[in-house]
């Protein structure tokens, strides 16, 4: 589901942004921010690229310079998944050098934290990365995004535009990629033990996607197993929902709406139990007109922050990126395809399954992963 209009674009996005890194004009410098104390310890910087023959549109971007060796360290384009997903949201909750507080909101700004998993630190451990490789990344829904923008740039270094991008290769985790995925949505829930065998074996054949409208026993239990996993929280499933399906595109401006009272009275009991909370308290971040300030965000240029915005104009062009894959990783481009197990709506099973589909073979039996010592995968 791509817009045409982000496919032109995007090659003009990387260069805009090379362009930025390279002459580092246009953006501003950000050294405070509202709800962290003292000075940032990395370097942040936020502007504007415009998009289309007018520029009419500005996308909004945040830049931070790797902690270790900036100058020879990979640059890394994140983009945020949805679709329609601030990149804030990307900044504070996936992979960012800082992210919110897990405290129950007050009433006060929220408390802004340093994340020691950032991806700004990750590399440094990697002394064979020369001159600034660079990589594109996302998760979910940037399964589409990531190969198709890699695509542009590698065709564009082809023709010669300039500046020629050191592109390297692209990571993704749980990343959407082909339509069939949900079929492998009702594999995991039957080997989570959420459907019975007789559901998951009798009458849609293991294939629920582009069901015959005829085959009403099918449909039937389509509805059963939407029935079943009612509730869950699609992106993990063992997380607390708090009543909330949190990742199945939430809009949590409607929760927002609520008085005050009846949010600091919602989980009285609660030490940040419900992502929903961790995700609402970045409403108010956004929204404090001081940080908007600290940000360098133009007066009046939006309204009210939304975290995944669901209603977005575009076309879709492709629900399928293994194409792209295909022809990336024949250009020798590397990827890094990763992914978290308890994912119902990008499950790995089917991210193994066009991965399967591009024939490599394989250099590297399946081992454990450990973390502090413990198995952990
Ligand atoms: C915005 O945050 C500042 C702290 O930086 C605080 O003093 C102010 O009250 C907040 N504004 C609103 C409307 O909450
Ligand atoms: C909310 O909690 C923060 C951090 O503990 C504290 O600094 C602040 O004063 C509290 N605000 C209110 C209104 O109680
Ligand atoms: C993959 O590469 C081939 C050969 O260059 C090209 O014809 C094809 O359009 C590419 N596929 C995609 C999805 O870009
Ligand atoms: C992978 O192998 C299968 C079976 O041999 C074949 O049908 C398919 O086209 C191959 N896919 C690619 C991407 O080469």
Request: charged share 20%; hydrophobic share 35%.
């Given at each position: 589901?791509v817009?045409?209009?982000?496919?032109?674009?995007a090659?003009?996005?990387c260069?805009?942004?090379?362009?930025?890194?390279?002459?580092?004009?246009?953006?501003?410098?950000?050294?405070?921010?509202?709800?962290?104390?003292?000075?940032?310890?990395?370097?942040?910087?936020?502007?504007?690229?415009?998009?289309?023959?007018?520029?009419?549109?500005?996308?909004?971007?945040?830049?931070?310079?790797?902690?270790?060796?900036?100058?020879?360290?990979?640059?890394i384009l994140w983009l945020t998944g949805?679709?329609?997903?601030?990149?804030?949201?990307?900044?504070?909750?996936?992979?960012?050098?800082?992210?919110?507080?897990?405290?129950?909101?007050?009433?006060?700004?929220?408390?802004?934290?340093?994340?020691?998993?950032?991806?700004?630190?990750?590399?440094?451990?990697?002394?064979?990365?020369?001159?600034?490789?660079?990589y594109v990344a996302g998760d979910s829904y940037s399964g589409i995004l990531v190969p198709i923008i890699s695509q542009f740039i590698s065709?564009?270094?082809?023709?010669?535009?300039?500046?020629?991008?050191?592109l390297?290769g692209y990571m993704l985790g749980n990343p959407l990629t082909?339509?069939?995925?949900?079929?492998?949505?009702?594999?995991?829930?039957?080997?989570?033990?959420?459907?019975?065998?007789?559901?998951?074996?009798?009458?849609?054949?293991?294939?629920?996607?582009?069901?015959?409208?005829?085959?009403?026993?099918?449909?039937?239990?389509?509805?059963?197993?939407?029935?079943?996993?009612?509730?869950?929280?699609?992106?993990?499933?063992?997380?607390?929902?708090?009543?909330?399906?949190?990742?199945?595109?939430?809009?949590?401006?409607?929760?927002?709406?609520?008085?005050?009272?009846?949010?600091?009275?919602?989980?009285?009991?609660?030490?940040?139990?419900?992502?929903?909370?961790?995700?609402?308290?970045?409403?108010?971040?956004?929204?404090?007109?001081?940080?908007?300030?600290?940000?360098?965000?133009?007066?009046?240029?939006?309204?009210?922050?939304?975290?995944?915005?669901?209603?977005?104009?575009?076309?879709?062009?492709?629900?399928?990126s293994?194409?792209y894959h295909?022809?990336l990783?024949?250009?020798?481009y590397?990827s890094l395809i990763?992914?978290?197990?308890?994912?119902?709506?990008?499950?790995?099973?089917?991210?193994?399954?066009?991965?399967?589909?591009?024939?490599?073979?394989?250099?590297?039996?399946?081992?454990?992963?450990?973390?502090?010592?413990?198995?952990?995968?």
């Amino acid at each position: 589901m791509v817009t045409e209009k982000l496919n032109s674009t995007a090659q003009k996005w990387c260069c805009v942004f090379l362009y930025l890194l390279v002459f580092g004009d246009g953006g501003s410098q950000v050294k405070f921010l509202p709800g962290f104390q003292g000075p940032l310890p990395f370097e942040l910087e936020t502007g504007y690229i415009g998009v289309g023959e007018s520029e009419d549109v500005q996308l909004f971007y945040y830049f931070t310079k790797s902690e270790s060796q900036p100058e020879s360290d990979p640059i890394i384009l994140w983009l945020t998944g949805g679709p329609g997903c601030s990149a804030l949201s990307g900044l504070l909750f996936e992979i960012g050098p800082f992210t919110l507080e897990k405290e129950k909101y007050n009433g006060s700004l929220p408390r802004i934290v340093l994340n020691p998993y950032s991806w700004s630190k990750w590399l440094n451990d990697h002394p064979e990365f020369i001159s600034n490789p660079f990589y594109v990344a996302g998760d979910s829904y940037s399964g589409i995004l990531v190969p198709i923008i890699s695509q542009f740039i590698s065709d564009g270094n082809e023709m010669g535009i300039h500046p020629q991008i050191n592109l390297q290769g692209y990571m993704l985790g749980n990343p959407l990629t082909f339509p069939e995925e949900n079929d492998y949505k009702i594999q995991f829930a039957h080997g989570m033990a959420l459907i019975s065998d007789e559901l998951y074996e009798v009458h849609c054949n293991g294939k629920y996607q582009s069901v015959d409208p005829s085959n009403a026993k099918c449909l039937q239990d389509i509805n059963t197993f939407n029935e079943l996993i009612n509730g869950l929280d699609g992106a993990q499933i063992l997380d607390w929902t708090c009543g909330f399906a949190v990742s199945m595109s939430d809009d949590i401006a409607s929760q927002r709406r609520r008085s005050l009272h009846q949010q600091l009275d919602h989980h009285p009991l609660s030490a940040l139990k419900c992502h929903i909370d961790w995700y609402r308290l970045s409403y108010y971040w956004a929204d404090n007109e001081s940080v908007r300030d600290a940000l360098h965000i133009k007066k009046g240029s939006i309204g009210s922050w939304i975290r995944c915005n669901l209603k977005l104009q575009y076309k879709t062009t492709t629900w399928n990126s293994i194409p792209y894959h295909a022809n990336l990783s024949a250009k020798g481009y590397r990827s890094l395809i990763y992914s978290g197990d308890h994912d119902m709506m990008v499950p790995f099973l089917s991210t193994q399954a066009w991965i399967r589909s591009l024939n490599y073979s394989i250099i590297d039996e399946w081992r454990q992963w450990t973390v502090e010592g413990q198995v952990a995968g």
